[in-house]
């Protein structure tokens, strides 16, 4: 018997189509965020101990543990919100926001759900979890479909148009799974993607990209990961390129830097000095999350002495408590090297390493020798990237050159606040 036509039930009413997505200058509640991480935890717990250890009763707009979720808040990166509402709103296409940490990659796409919702869209999150299996993703999502948005044949069918759950799912019974999408559109926003390592994941989710596209599925996925190029996110062929729109999050330009700065400080009823922040571009360099780090402990600094100006000095003790609870995690990777010592080329290897993170960088952090200010480095560059090296370094061949970028996340602006205190700068 062939199929009859969905009815839509007198309860809920038939979802309307989704209207255009607010763009990110459009009113908004504005949330406040409280501020989080450890630094945060042993301030309040130690609320009489010396100035640099006391809490903030201001909560403060600068949450580097912390996602944004106002599109006024993510300073900087208005091209890739704009990019996202296009590919979901006018290409219909899926989105691979990809980075590194503390970029901003979760920021944007909780901007973007929180557009879609605003617009009528259905929006399912999901995170991943470490070594979770394409079958693990796909029952966590289909449990989270509103069943509003799903084919039914009955006003009383709600729980029955939930579909089925096979005990192991695979592509065609995602697929068939997401063709009970009948009403509206479904925006699926899967974070910490990277995570999912199990084998044959991430190949499975392409084809289920795929899928959704050539079948004009209602439902379009957003996936989220530390990634520093889409082949590394996604099992990719040439027949999804397509279907799926690439946002990479690259560093921000000093100019950014120094908008989130400053309109963080005016939120806090605080004048940034200008000694205060040169500093703070310094030793942020590019970096959303070290800056958000360093503004949080500053301008606490400065509510702490009962001033109205953030001073290079409070910046200075800012650095200083950000380098004391960010040692032990680099800690592992740097003592067992003799960094001390001279290298070949004589020249002290803590000294390549903080010109090499001061060195100018593309907008993902690789970086050329002749950009170091140190004579004839390559050599020593290139020992930074074997294995018995750490390896501290990572080296490639791009536009004819060779390139150098750091190893680990956030150890660039490590080595930075560890130089610069050598260095009497902080």
């Known amino acids: 018997m062939p199929e009859q036509e969905p009815m839509a039930p007198p309860h809920p009413p038939p979802i309307a189509p989704p209207i255009p997505l607010r763009r990110p200058d459009a009113p908004k509640p504005n949330p406040a965020v409280v501020p ?10 130690t609320h009489d101990a010396d100035p640099l250890s006391q809490a903030s009763p201001v909560r403060s707009p600068f949450t580097p543990t912390q996602p944004v979720q106002s599109g006024a808040a993510l300073i900087g990166r208005r091209p890739q919100i704009e990019r996202a509402i296009a590919a979901v709103e006018t ?30 869209y259905g929006v399912v999150r999901h995170a991943c979890s ?6 693990d993703l796909i029952a966590a999502i289909v449990g989270k479909i509103p069943a509003r948005y799903l084919h039914r044949v009955g006003a009383d069918a709600q729980e029955e148009a939930k579909p089925d759950h096979p005990p192991e799912w695979n592509v065609d019974t995602a697929t068939m799974a997401l063709q009970r ?5 479904v ?6 993607f990277d995570r999912l390592a199990a084998p044959n994941a991430r190949r499975d989710m392409a084809e289920l990209l795929k899928n959704c596209s050539d079948l004009g599925l209602r439902a379009s996925f957003v996936l ?7 082949g590394d996110l996604l099992a990719l062929h040439q027949s999804i390129h397509r279907n ?9 330009t000093d100019a950014d830097l120094s908008l989130l700065l400053t309109q963080g400080c005016e939120r806090l009823g605080l004048r940034l000095e200008w000694e205060a922040e040169k500093l703070l571009l310094q030793l942020s360099h590019q970096s959303p999350f070290t800056a958000q780090q360093l503004g949080l402990h500053a301008t606490a600094i400065t509510q702490r002495r009962h001033a109205t100006v953030v001073t290079a000095a409070d910046v200075s003790a800012a650095a200083r408590l950000v380098l004391e609870e960010t040692r032990p995690v680099f800690a592992a990777l740097l003592d067992p090297l003799p960094l001390d010592r001279r290298s070949p080329d004589g020249t002290i290897w803590d000294d390549l390493l903080y010109e090499a993170a001061r060195a100018p960088c593309d907008g993902f952090g ?3 020798a002749k950009d170091v200010n140190l004579p004839k480095c390559e050599d020593d560059l290139r020992t930074l990237t074997r294995p018995d090296s750490g390896p501290l370094l990572r080296v490639r061949r791009a536009a004819g050159r060779t390139e150098f970028g750091f190893a680990r996340a956030n150890l660039r602006n490590y080595l930075l606040l560890r130089g610069a205190e050598r260095n009497g700068v902080i």
Do not use: C, Y
Not at 36 to 45: E, I
Not at 130 to 135: L, M, R, T, W
Not at 224 to 230: C, K, N, T
């Open 181 to 185: 999408i009948q009403f509206g559109q």
């Open 91 to 120: 290409e219909r296409a899926h989105v691979a926001i990809f980075g590194e940490r503390g970029h901003g990659k979760t920021s944007l796409a909780n901007i973007v759900a929180g557009l879609a919702e605003d617009a009528g």
């Open 130 to 135: 470490a070594g979770g299996s394409f079958s």
């Open 36 to 45: 989080g991480g450890p630094a945060f935890a042993r301030q309040q717990a």
């Open 366 to 368: 690789w970086f050329i």
């Open 224 to 230: 989220i990961g530390v990634a520093e190029s889409l």
């Open 244 to 252: 799926l729109v690439a946002i990479p999050m690259p560093l921000l």
């Open 187 to 192: 925006l699926i926003f899967v974070d910490e």
